[in-house]
């Protein structure tokens, strides 16, 4: 097999190319292939100096993620990196694109490095659970300083070549050609005579008493659970304390426990599933329509978002509200959104990008866009009439979706002369923030209309996920069901408050009850008030939360709901406990602990996700990891729901939920495929590996 590293000389000057497509991920091959071009320049008599550089795209992606978790084989990277570094004669690293993790290291064990303009240097590490295991938390300080290295390793951060010129990161940075503006930097080195020049040997670095201190604060508080950016703190401290070897091994000790942890098991899980969940075998090879022109009907909460979302992708936007006041007032929305964008550097010009919004209340005016997106209020007879209206002014191949929570995609679509054209594009609130893009697909969508959908999903930064035609989809299904595991643990003696710490202690932002304030209590009633007709007789109503509404209580909007509100900053409602304890009753009452409380709104979760595999609402259950990552803050560290399960056995949870069926057989009944896997013996790893 031909080595994915390359060794040519010119004249004195060795090139070393890595060119392993995708990304120059530091597999074992590359790893070996560098390790040998070292020892060839060390031995060659012509060449004097040598640059390292990647083909492609960029220069190196890091190391091979998919390696991680498997025995690892030498030569390791970071001896790699102070073979580089020990060679006898001047090296080169000639950066182009990003340079992450293990291809930062690459360059920090080289004596000399320069950057073309648009590279980019990161420490991505801690968003796979762990640090720079490879020399980076050792040699970058030496050469930056600890601040710029504090900066971006907790943070799994990245500079651009300037920022890295100015922090010392880089010697030169040039334009053009890498391999050509590398070939001119190695000979003026030449000419200057330079000899090697090792990081290592640098001394280590000086820094402020508290600044690891205060590091330790800010990421205690930001990291929610995640044990990677302390640990990345802990590695840059040593290297002020430690000879350079020591530092290593310290760094070296430091990688490999965190190698072992779940989070690191969850994390990578979480990057695999970023990119294969809009990989769809029923999409292969059908082409999108193009999108050059969007309408956006109803500029309320979720309207005004989603035309904000097309604007800052470029995408003109014709905004059709039913007066012209609503209409102004969305655009007075918008261009707030926008103004906050440029605060935020994601937008340079709120008034040149306002200049592609029109605001009208005709419908006419979308006869000429390529995609309409309704968000108009969640009632099925306004949508029904919204439809048939632009059913009639829309051209013909146009695309017609709906921003519907949990209304049946497939009855508004059959409102409509052109079914095949109508899709569900559910975006979250707020939708020019939020990542999460459930793509609801009825049976009658055409594949390139869903086709369609991804590249929209793609263009706008979204995570896409399909999602099949059911109340609620995929995720707000699931979260109703939680909700409801939520509901009667304050039945059995659990308080609001005791549940919302739970959850928060497991790594999710919130809690359900300090969702519901912020949400709107109001939309929760509404939601009640709507199945009503047909709920189960068995189901419980949470009567508390209607006693609530009626009071006016509707949470942050109103200044009090379970909490009482100063500003942002919520105190347990007392005032909410006698409607509790009205609705109890003589239930006997448990004594519930964190973890209880965590097990049981987990499970519900689970069991009701794995209903939604089971019937194909979602393709695969990392569908469902990604959707609650995404849209419901579900702690990426832990993977997602179902690699949780994964992780805690699917035979225990089930023996849980087979343990509360006795006393609720209604809400707690057991998901046929998870009741399948157990008796397998297989898990939903499985289910994600056989659907690849
Ligand atoms: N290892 C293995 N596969 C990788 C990979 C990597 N480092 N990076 C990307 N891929 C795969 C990816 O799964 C996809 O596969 C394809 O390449 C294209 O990726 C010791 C411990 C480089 C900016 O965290 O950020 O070094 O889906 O779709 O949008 O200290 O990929 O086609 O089958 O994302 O052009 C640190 C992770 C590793 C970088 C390119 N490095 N990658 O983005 O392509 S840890 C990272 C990225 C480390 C050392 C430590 C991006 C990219 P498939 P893509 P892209
Ligand atoms: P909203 O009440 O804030 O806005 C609805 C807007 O639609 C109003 O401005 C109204 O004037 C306009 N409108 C109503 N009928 C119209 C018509 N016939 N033509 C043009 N405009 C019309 O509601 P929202 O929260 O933005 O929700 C809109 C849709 O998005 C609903 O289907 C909702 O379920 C869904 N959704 C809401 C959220 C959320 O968190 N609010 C999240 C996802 C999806």
Not at 52 to 57: K, N, P, T
Not at 626 to 645: D, E, I, K, Q, S
Not at 660 to 673: G, N, R, S, T, V
């Amino acid at each position: 097999m031909t080595s994915p590293v390359r060794y040519d000389v010119t004249g004195e000057i060795a090139v070393i190319t890595i060119a392993n497509p995708p990304v120059n991920a530091l597999g074992h091959a590359v790893r070996q292939g560098l390790w040998d071009a070292i020892d060839r320049f060390d031995a060659d008599a012509e060449a004097r100096i040598a640059i390292i550089l990647g083909e492609g795209a960029l220069f190196l992606g890091g190391a091979d993620i998919s390696e991680f978790g498997k025995p690892p084989k030498e030569p390791h990277l970071p001896d790699v990196c102070t073979h580089i570094e020990r060679a006898s004669k001047p090296v080169i690293a000639a950066v182009h694109g990003p340079a992450l993790g293990g291809g930062c290291e690459v360059a920090l064990g080289a004596h000399y490095r320069m950057a073309i303009k648009g590279a980019r240097f990161g420490f991505p590490e801690v968003q796979l659970g762990l640090i720079p295991g490879a020399g980076g938390s050792q040699r970058m300080p030496r050469l930056t300083g600890v601040g710029p290295a504090l900066d971006m390793m907790p943070a799994g951060g990245s500079v651009t070549a300037d920022q890295a010129l100015e922090n010392g990161f880089i010697d030169h940075l040039a334009d053009g050609d890498v391999h050509e503006q590398a070939m001119i930097y190695a000979k003026g080195l030449l000419a200057d005579g330079v000899d090697v020049r090792r990081v290592g040997d640098l001394p280590c670095p000086a820094y402020e008493a508290d600044a690891f201190d205060a590091a330790r604060t800010l990421w205690t508080r930001k990291a929610r659970g995640e044990v990677a950016p302390l640990t990345a703190i802990d590695a840059v401290e040593a290297a002020t304390r430690l000879p350079f070897d020591e530092g290593i091994k310290e760094e070296r000790r430091l990688f490999l426990s965190l190698m072992e942890t779940p989070q690191r098991a969850g994390m990578i899980h979480a990057f695999f599933n970023d990119r294969k969940v809009s990989k769809l075998p029923e999409l292969k090879g059908v082409a999108p329509r193009d999108i050059a022109s969007v309408g956006v009907i109803g500029g309320g909460t979720m309207g005004a978002g989603i035309a904000t979302a097309c604007l800052l992708a470029g995408l003109p936007v014709t905004l059709v509200e039913r007066d012209e006041a609503s209409a102004e007032k969305a655009r007075t929305t918008i261009t707030g959104n926008l103004d906050a964008a440029v605060k935020r550097g994601k937008l340079k010009d709120a008034e040149s990008t306002l200049t592609k919004l029109t605001t009208v209340t005709d419908y006419a005016a979308l006869s000429d866009v390529d995609l309409a997106i309704e968000a108009v209020f969640e009632d099925m007879s306004v949508k029904h009439d919204v439809f048939t209206k632009l059913d009639a002014v829309m051209k013909p191949g146009a695309v017609l979706s709906t921003n519907t929570s949990y209304l049946d995609v497939t009855e508004i679509a059959a409102a409509t002369s052109r079914p095949a054209d109508v899709i569900g594009l559910h975006f979250f609130s707020p939708a020019h923030v939020m990542k999460l893009l459930e793509i609801v697909v009825p049976d009658t969508t055409a594949p390139e209309v869903t086709a369609t959908a991804f590249a929209l999903a793609k263009r706008l930064k979204k995570t896409a996920v399909k999602a099949g035609v059911c109340d609620g989809f995929i995720g707000n299904r699931i979260l109703a069901t939680y909700r409801g595991a939520a509901d009667r643990m304050i039945l059995a003696g659990a308080s609001p408050w005791e549940i919302d710490a739970a959850i928060k202690a497991f790594g999710l932002p919130m809690g359900p009850f300090e969702m519901g304030d912020l949400a709107g209590l109001d939309i929760g009633f509404m939601t009640r008030q709507r199945k009503a007709p047909d709920r189960d007789p068995r189901d419980i109503v949470p009567k508390w939360a209607d006693a609530m509404y009626h009071n006016g209580w509707l949470g942050q909007k109103t200044g009090q709901g379970y909490y009482t509100y100063e500003g942002r900053k919520g105190t347990p409602n007392d005032a909410v406990k006698p409607l509790i304890d009205e609705a109890r009753g003589d239930r006997p009452q448990l004594d519930f602990t964190p973890e209880m409380i965590q097990r049981r709104y987990m499970a519900a979760m689970v069991n009701e996700a794995a209903k939604v595999v089971g019937e194909g609402i979602a393709a695969r259950p990392l569908d469902v990891d990604v959707t609650l990552l995404y849209g419901y803050g579900f702690p990426r560290w832990r993977g997602g729901p179902m690699h949780w399960a994964d992780s805690v056995g699917l035979d225990a949870l089930l023996d849980d939920i087979k343990g509360w069926a006795k006393d609720d057989p209604y809400f707690w009944q057991p998901a046929p495929l998870l009741e399948q896997l157990v008796a397998e013996g297989r898990t939903f790893s499985d289910l994600n590996e056989a659907s690849a």
